[in-house]
């Protein structure tokens, strides 16, 4: 009797130790019972994080730069929605992170040149020193242009948009209600979602969700389930092969001219020159035609007397 009673004791701590994992993140460290999963940002430093729900953006570019630096496994082999939307044409870096996971406003990298970021962690402002003021600056505005592989029934927008609501709802615990609009061209297999939430809302996390999206397209999925990304409507598997993310902040960007390459105020400089130019000769050209009339009733009156 007593074997049979460790047995079911093994069996049951077993089963506790198989459940204890972090389906939302491949690279949590997971031990219990009672389950606790961390995640390795850098030396000595493992935030616990909560498994149940997404991991914030933030703790997983750092967790990802950590891996590269170490030499650890990180990955295998529409248009603007507004005027004020902006790509993050930076990339990657190290971030700075609050204790719950958010970007601090300002991030360094390591270095001595400092930028403000918006809370998707994506550079807001021109780069400066470290006496830089930045604010939080909340993103409640995204928009992934995505385009899908060849399919041969392509489905309506209808039909689209409620693959894509479940979908977002599923593996991302995105509320469906928060997809603004999908517009989609079928003959260039191009999907453009907006995903959009009150101005006033700190509860929903964009850019939480559009990063694990992003990874899922362009790279592998952040699950510990390795499954690919795909929309099923009507059943019929659409899978994506690129992405676009533009991110809407509740304030503009701050960006200057300063910062141009020397390409385009190259280019901007000669505009200017060729517009000038142009207007003088136009100006000197009216001048001569303003005097070789004024000079006629002249000739006329000389030729009279």
Known sequence: MKDIIVLCLLAFVAGAYAQCTCKNMKWANCDGPPCVCTLLLGNNVKPEVKCDTLI?????????????????TTRSIGGKPVDSAFLDNDGIYDPECENDGRFKAIQCNNTETCWCVNSAGVRRS????????????ETYWV????????????PDVGQLKSALADVFKNRYYLDPKYISEVQYDS?????????????DDRNVDLPRMSYYLEKDVKVLPLFKD????????NGNPMEMENILVYYVDEQAPTFTMQKLTGGVIAVIVVVILVVLIGLLV???????????YSKTPERELETRS
Do not use: W
């Open 56 to 72: 914030s953006k933030c703790f997983l570019m750092k967790a990802e730069m950590y891996r590269a630096k170490n030499n650890l």
């Open 126 to 137: 021109d780069k400066g020193d470290k006496n830089i003021k930045c604010e939080p600056v």
């Open 143 to 154: 928009r992934l242009e995505m385009k899908h592989k060849s399919v041969t029934n392509p």
């Open 187 to 199: 003959a260039n297999r191009l999907i453009v979602v907006d995903v959009q939430k009150p101005k």
């Open 226 to 233: 390795q499954s690919k990304f795909e929309v099923r409507p």
């Open 282 to 292: 136009l100006f000197f050209a009216r001048r001569q035609e303003q005097a070789k």
